[in-house]
């Protein structure tokens, strides 16, 4: 089974600066999902971004980007400008195409601080 | 749009007790998941469901099962509950591949903490 990993228990960045999540996984499957989620203190679960392996370019979504390195198996979020809001966890998770289970990682503590 | 609805939000077991934790989601789609969320902790997968009648299993499936009748509905039951059970409990759903662009994306229930005694 392919597994996640997020080496980043904790982080910290100031408001309005740049910061950088890790991820690593492990699959020998060529087509598949990757994602980072966010949660906050309200437990609800939040897509911020989404990636699928056969697409070469990075995805972005606002201020959210993602380094997506398909022969490292790495797939790092950075978040730009920082605001009080992105205060959360993130995870990294990944779902190859063609099944169906869903794994995610341990998760990043992220604290933004004013 | 009700999304995914998992009920109940909180329940206290005494060990040994059973129960079946309640999901339904009304987006018709295929795909449906049981995580369970540890204090701190990830995601762990516990079962999974691609489409009605069909299920297999996660990481972490001992101690539970499940059943897929519909497609709107996949009950998550614990059978002679554990201390180690002791969790938050999410219910997600998505489309399969293929299906559209959002294919992949989670759609999250709100969570039912569990606790057991």
């Known amino acids: 089974a392919q597994t996640v990993t997020q080496s980043q228990p904790e982080m910290s960045v100031q408001e309005a600066e740049t910061v950088t999540l890790s991820c690593t996984y492990d699959?020998?499957?060529?087509?598949?999902?990757l994602f980072w989620y966010k949660q906050p203190p309200s437990r609800q679960m939040i897509l911020v971004i989404r990636?699928?392996?056969?697409?070469?370019q990075n995805a972005t979504e606002n201020r959210f980007s993602v380094n997506f390195q398909k022969a490292a198996k790495s797939f790092s979020l950075k978040i730009s400008d920082s605001q009080l809001g992105d205060t959360a966890m993130y995870f990294c998770?990944?779902?190859?195409?063609?099944?169906?289970?869903?794994?995610f990682g341990a998760g990043t503590r992220l604290t933004v601080k004013p | 749009n009700a999304g995914v609805t998992q009920t109940p939000k909180f329940r206290i077991l005494k060990i040994g007790q059973s129960m079946t934790l309640q999901c339904t989601q009304d987006?018709?789609?295929?795909?449906m998941y049981w995580y369970r969320q540890d204090p701190g902790m990830g995601l762990k997968l516990i079962y999974y469901?691609?489409?009605?009648?069909?299920?297999d299993k996660g990481e972490v499936p001992n101690g539970y099962n499940v059943s897929r009748s519909t497609t709107e509905d996949f009950p998550l039951r614990l059978e002679l509950a554990a201390p180690s059970q002791t969790s938050v409990y999410f219910c997600?759903?998505?489309?399969?591949?293929?299906?559209?662009?959002?294919?992949?994306?989670?759609?999250f229930g709100e969570g039912s903490r569990l606790t057991v005694l």
């Open positions: 990636q699928e392996a056969y697409k070469q």
């Open positions: 987006m018709n789609h295929n795909y």
């Open positions: 699959t020998s499957e060529n087509n598949y999902y």
């Open positions: 998770a990944f779902m190859m195409y063609n099944n169906n289970d869903m794994r």
């Open positions: 997600a759903s998505t489309m399969a591949p293929g299906q559209g662009s959002g294919a992949g994306e989670l759609f």
């Open positions: 469901s691609v489409g009605a009648g069909i299920t």
